[in-house]
């Protein structure tokens, strides 16, 4: 006996339409609502029931109304559910806004507009050379030829782009001393010279006190009667500047292709200033000099110096017997690290994004 067919396609829809409607002039609450259309018992489940009553060949399309049905059901209980979320209960409007969280310019930009400052007022110039650069100015400009050992110290990324016929590789900067030779171009070998060159540099080398990228400042001055007398004055002018008066500096002699002689700059301790000796205690208690942690010699190591190398002023047009310079370059971070109060013993720090961190500055 054929199944009795008590209801047809046109019906189905009109019912659906019914649900929809009720649906959307009804006040309950979104989570009754759900109950009430799509839960087991809820009105959706109910017609579904009727599609035993279709004739076999309308069921197909009695499932598509019977989806479409469910789903603008859901889309619409969803919508009262989000709605309801957002909405708040009761606006306070007396309640004060939230101020916007304010940045505030990073420890080393500060540290390098606090040297910029310092040499600009004796007579400095502030510039900024390339961070990628040609062999030429990173390394034979400044009297490091091709294959020259003194290269190794400075454990270079190489970029990998072509080698051109005059400056050959490219490389990332491993010291702001490319902004010597570029300085003199610049000025199209016509000394007086007085650069202060504040850059990013780059080396193969990462642990408490190096990162991988890091900032250096270089001076550079060439005239007619430099001697090591200036350079030294202006060592000692910065010392004091940066690190407070009565802080000394010290050169060393050492080694560097690009200078001649070339020294290492020592700043005296802040703490112990200069004698390597705290008061402390002694193994018994007693009160007695003890060595100073901070720097435990009485000075701190900050970076290289010199006078500039006659084949560095040749390969920037300018005549060595005519004119002499010095020229000093260290880094930023490092020099920071040793101003009084700060105590910094890890420089990745700078560069960790920890907010904790950076916020004290
Ligand atoms: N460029 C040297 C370095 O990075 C420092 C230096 C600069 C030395 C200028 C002498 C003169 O170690």
Redesign the pocket.
Known sequence: MPEQITITLTALRRKAEDIRAELSLDQAPPAELTTKYLGKKGKFNELAKDIRLVAPDDRKEAGQILNELKESLEKQINKLTLEQDLAPEWTDMTIPGQPPKLGHIHPVSQAMEEVTRIFERIGFTRVRYQEIDWDHYVFEALNMPPNHPARDE?ETFFVDAPIDKKFGKVVLT????NGQVREMERLNSQPPIRMINIGRCYRRQQDATHTQMFH?F?GLVVDKGITIQNLKGTLDYFAQEFYGPGTKSRIRPFH?Q??EP?FEVDFSCHICHGTGLVDGKDETGKPAKVKCKFCKSGWHEV????MVHPNVLKAGGIDPDEYTGF????GVERTYTLKPGLNIDDIRLFYSGEMRFLEQF
């Not at 491993?174 to 001393?177: E, F």
């Not at 970076?303 to 010199?306: D, H, I, L, M």
């Open positions: 400075w491993t010291h702001t001393s250096q270089e560097f690009f200078t070339s970076g290289g110096a010199g020229a000093f370059g260290w």
